[in-house]
C-alpha cells in the first residue's frame, strides 16, 4: 500500500522568510510525488511533480521541492514566503509501475504568512 | 477555458434524500475521479473511472454511485444521504490513469446532510 504523511497540520512564517512544508511517503518501488494547493472555497491546483532526474524540482509560483529518497521524503520549500502563498497544501504519492496508478493524497498542511 | 466543472456548488440535503452531483471536463482526458474531502482526513477517493466505459470504487465508496456518461461526464449519486456524508466533494480528470500526469480538479461541492 502507498501512503503519505504530512506530519504538520499547520506551518505559521513570517512574510519573506523561507518555508517548508514537509512530506514523507511510503510506497514500493519508485514513487512519482506530487503537490497541489488549495485556496479557500476552490478546488486543488497542480504546483510541481518529481517524476525521476534531478532531486530538486521547481514549480508554480516560486515553489520548489526536493526530493529524498534515503529519507522518503519530498519537502516543498521557498525561499521567501508571500501572504498571497496562504493556503492548504497537499503532498500525493502513486506508484511509478505496476499497482494502483490512482495517486494517494496526505492529510494537508495549512500555510499561514503572517504580514 | 472551463477544464472540470461541478454543479451544483452547495446543498443542503435532509437525511435520506437523494441526489446527483454532476461533473463535466472539456480537456479530452480519460480518466475522471470523485474524492471527498473532510478536515483532518484530507482527500479521499470515492469511485473513478480509468477510461468511458469503466468505474472502479475507490477508498471510501459505501453509499455512492457513478456513472460515465460519457468521455465526459461523470456523475455521483447519493441515494440515501446521512449525515455522515456531509462532505465537500471534488471531482476531478487526467489524460489517462497511467501516465504520470497531473490530476485537475474542480472547484468542488459543499454538502450538508441535516
Known amino acids: 500500500a502507498q501512503s503519505v504523511a504530512q506530519p504538520e497540520d499547520q506551518v505559521n512564517v513570517a512574510e519573506g522568510n523561507p518555508l517548508t512544508v514537509k512530506c514523507t511517503y511510503s510506497v514500493s518501488g519508485n514513487p512519482y510525488l506530487f503537490w497541489y494547493v488549495q485556496y479557500p472555497n476552490r478546488g486543488l491546483q497542480f504546483l510541481l511533480k518529481?517524476?525521476?532526474?534531478?532531486?530538486l524540482v521547481k514549480g508554480s509560483y516560486g515553489f520548489e521541492a526536493e526530493f529524498n529518497k534515503s529519507q522518503t521524503s519530498f519537502h516543498l520549500k521557498k525561499p521567501s514566503a508571500l501572504v498571497s502563498d496562504s493556503a492548504l497544501y497537499f503532498c500525493a504519492v502513486r506508484k511509478a509501475s505496476g499497482g494502483s496508478y490512482i495517486p494517494t493524497f496526505g492529510r494537508g498542511t495549512s500555510l499561514i504568512v503572517h504580514p | 477555458n472551463a477544464g472540470v466543472t461541478q454543479t451544483p456548488k452547495f446543498q443542503v440535503l435532509k437525511t435520506g434524500q437523494s441526489m446527483t452531483l454532476q461533473c463535466a471536463q472539456d480537456?479530452?482526458?480519460?480518466?475522471m475521479y470523485w474524492y471527498r474531502q473532510d478536515p483532518g482526513m484530507g482527500l479521499r477517493l470515492i469511485y473513478y473511472s480509468a477510461s468511458e466505459g469503466t468505474t472502479d470504487k475507490g477508498e471510501v465508496p459505501n453509499g455512492y454511485n457513478v456513472s460515465r456518461l460519457n468521455k465526459r461526464e461523470f456523475s455521483l449519486r447519493l441515494e440515501s444521504a446521512a449525515p455522515s456524508q456531509t462532505s465537500v466533494y471534488f471531482c476531478?480528470?487526467?489524460?489517462?490513469?497511467?501516465?504520470?500526469?497531473?490530476?485537475?480538479f474542480g472547484s468542488g461541492t459543499q454538502l450538508s446532510v441535516l
Open positions: 518529481y517524476i525521476t532526474g534531478d532531486n
Open positions: 476531478a480528470s487526467s489524460e489517462t490513469d497511467r501516465g504520470n500526469g497531473k490530476l485537475f
Open positions: 480537456m479530452n482526458h480519460n480518466s
